[in-house]
């Protein structure tokens, strides 16, 4: 327990604080006033692959490539909020790996072989699967004769976790042929946590691409 202290606290010296403030839309899923633990997050998988494999919560974080990325979070931001409960350096390290091995996912569709489209197709990809909520690229795709002539692209929180927020990055969108359409989602996922009883945020950043070619609808469908 010493050694949990140690860590959080000299966390607590060297990181510094962030504000930052969310674009994103949630919904309720659990009530803010219930915890929710490291469990209700993962795979369990991962609790059992990452037990007992680092001491503390720095050798996590340079395992991971993430130094840095946990800040103090300053009181007056927590006062009437619930946060992620990280008992252990096990249930830190088993956050950690699962959220960053849900980052850069691409999906990549094939043109139909159907023909005289016109529509308006509703695209997605999962950014982030967190079970009681995830993060949700989108796209609204006009098609005309089976060309692509505009996309509408944006990403969103869905789901609720205490004092979690979706920062997302301006979404890229490219098209390399009339048919199709390649969107480069990104974006930061900031999260309180309590870390012995210590309230923290939790950042990643994460990426999602998605390319995909218009479904051809067969006229009058």
């Known amino acids: 327990m010493q050694k949990l202290i140690y860590g959080v606290l000299t966390l607590v010296f060297f990181f510094s604080c962030i504000s930052v403030t969310s674009a994103s839309e949630s919904k309720d899923i659990k009530s803010p006033a219930q915890s929710l633990s490291v469990a209700d997050i993962v795979d369990p998988s991962y609790l059992t692959k990452y037990a007992g494999k680092y001491k503390t919560y720095e050798e996590v974080q340079k395992a991971a490539g993430i130094e840095g990325s ?122 309180g946590v309590e870390v012995a009883g210590t309230p923290m945020y939790q950042n990643f950043h994460y990426t999602a691409t998605l390319k995909r070619s218009a479904i051809c609808h067969p006229q009058g469908s």
């Open 70 to 191: 946990l800040t103090k979070a300053p009181q007056k931001e927590i006062t009437s909020q619930s946060l992620l409960k990280i008992n252990s350096v096990d249930e830190y390290a088993a956050y950690v790996f699962y959220s960053l091995d849900q980052s850069g996912k691409e999906v990549s569709e094939e043109i139909s072989d159907k023909v005289t489209p016109t529509a308006l197709e509703n695209w997605d990809i999962m950014i982030y699967d967190g079970k009681v909520f995830s993060i949700v690229g989108y796209a609204d795709v006009k098609v005309e004769l089976c060309t692509i002539t505009n996309v509408s692209a944006y990403s969103k929180l869905n789901g609720f976790v205490p004092m979690t927020q979706w920062i997302p990055d301006p979404v890229t969108i490219s098209r390399p042929d009339k048919y199709t359409a390649k969107i480069f989602y990104s974006g930061t996922q900031r999260t």
